[in-house]
């Protein structure tokens, strides 16, 4: 029989703002700082701030008593977040006892180091910005709403392949970038609002997705 245990730990200080001023203009922001013990001594604290602002545009006298439009709301956020899903141990040099060596014409088992460790190892970042419009028509019979956004994310954690002759086969660091980018669109209407009621729904969305860089090694 064997047992193993794992331990990590993560410690999070966050701080937030809200503001609304007459339902018509919203704002806010926030920061969190995180601490994670699954990455090298220089490098386990990651700050991640966050803003965002809307502005309700139906609520203004020229738009108020509008037959047409009964919402409209121009809205736009960015924040910065982080990722730590790397598994456990990863930034030390880990050994195993199932390592065996011939001395002579005997065989004693022994220790040997199963993984390169990286004290260097540190938060993945994630930056994105997200625009958006949300209208509502005729008494809110037909509403629209459209987002953009455009996410890129810096020091990948990832999996690299090492030559073999180093005597390992991977090592684990944060390489690279990704950008990802797109619209989203999306139409609900009400088109029977009695007794016998009928909605429709129509969404569609275009995105894009890029690998900007990766370690060459």
Not at 119 to 136: F, N, P, V
């Amino acid at each position: 029989p064997t047992s193993e245990i794992q331990e990590w730990s993560l410690t999070s200080f966050l701080a937030r703002f809200n503001y609304n001023y007459q339902g018509k203009y919203l704002l806010g922001a926030s920061i969190r700082r995180d601490g994670s013990s699954r990455f090298g001594a220089e490098n386990k604290w990651g700050n991640f701030p966050s803003v965002s602002a809307g502005w309700v545009i139906s609520q203004e006298s020229f738009l108020r008593d509008s037959k047409l439009i009964s919402f409209l709301k121009l809205r736009g956020s960015f924040g910065v977040s982080g990722n730590n899903n790397i598994g456990n141990y990863t930034q030390y040099p880990t050994g195993s006892s199932s390592a065996n060596s011939a001395f002579g014409a005997t065989t004693a088992s022994g220790v040997a180091v199963t993984n390169l460790g990286n004290d260097l190892l540190g938060w993945e970042t994630t930056k994105q910005l997200d625009l958006g419009i949300d209208l509502a028509l005729f008494n809110n019979r037909i509403s629209l709403t459209y987002d953009y956004y455009n996410k890129k994310t810096s020091d990948l954690l990832f999996s690299l392949s090492v030559p073999r002759e180093s005597g390992f086969s991977s090592f684990t660091g944060n390489v690279g970038e990704i950008r990802f980018w797109g619209h989203e669109f999306g139409v609900n209407s009400n088109n029977l609002v009695g007794k016998l009621k009928w909605s429709t729904n129509f969404n569609i969305a275009f995105s894009d997705n890029k690998v900007l860089a990766l370690s060459s090694l």
